[in-house]
Structure formats: C-alpha cells, structure tokens
C-alpha cells in the first residue's frame, strides 16, 4: 500500500506486475495446470484451476519477502521477477497441487471413473464376482 500524500487519507493500492519473463513463464505454468485440469475432476479440477492465481499471488509475497530480507534500504519491488514467480510455481506444483489431490481423494476422481468404481462395487457385491482366473 502507498500512503496517500493527503493527511489521514487512506493509503492507495500499489500495482506491482509481472516482469516480462515472469508473464511467459506464468503462460507455460498456466498451460501445464490447464492439462492437469483436463484429467481432474471434482474438488481437484477447481484446485488446478486455481493453482495460476496462486502461484501469481504466492510469487508477490516472495518478492516482498526477499526484498525486505535485503539490507532495507531499497525502495520495494516495482515488478515480481521470473526467479520470484517460478519458486511460487514450483512450490504450487511440487507440493499444493500433489497435498490437493491427497486431501480430496475420491473426490478428485473424475465423474465417469467414480462411477465406473461404484458400478464394479455393486457387481462385486450383487454377485461375489471378484476378478481374477480360476484356472
């Protein structure tokens, strides 16, 4: 936030962007979460949709992070770099992503599979048919 030049007046947002190297890397993350999004379903199917929003909003706090860890005397980050935004997109896809999918389980099945489970169950059940040769 920058303080506003006005006393008592509410400080304003300050924008800070994607450097240039930082918007293509986000494209091919993007890209990357969008397949995983096709084969998802449920819960884990909104969760990759998600991840490009947060690995972006991630990458922001550790631009920030960085910067204050720095000798403080520079002014904050203007832009968030491609280094900022591809810890963020390694963090989001090497840890959230797979603790969404264990954490959502079935529920990240898609719908068709899920019913495929649920049909082989009741077979299973219906007729004690479990698979497998007898020969």
Request: hydrophobic residues 45%; glycine residues 10%; proline residues 7%.
């Amino acid at each position: 936030m920058a303080p506003s030049a006005e006393p008592g007046a509410p400080a304003t947002p300050r924008m800070v962007p994607l450097a240039q190297d930082a918007r293509e890397a986000m494209v091919e993350f993007g890209r990357d979460m969008q397949a995983s999004q096709q084969e998802a379903g449920g819960l884990l199917c909104s969760a990759f949709g998600k991840a490009r929003g947060t690995a972006l909003r991630l990458s922001l706090v550790l631009e920030h992070l960085w910067w204050c860890a720095g000798e403080g005397t520079t002014p904050p980050p203007t832009v968030i770099s491609r280094p900022a935004f591809l810890a963020a997109a390694h963090f989001v896809a090497d840890y959230l992503m797979p603790m969404a999918e264990r954490v959502f389980g079935d529920a990240g099945i898609r719908a068709v599979d899920r019913n495929a489970t649920t049909l082989a169950r009741w077979i299973v059940n219906r007729t004690g048919f479990a698979g497998g040769s007898n020969s």
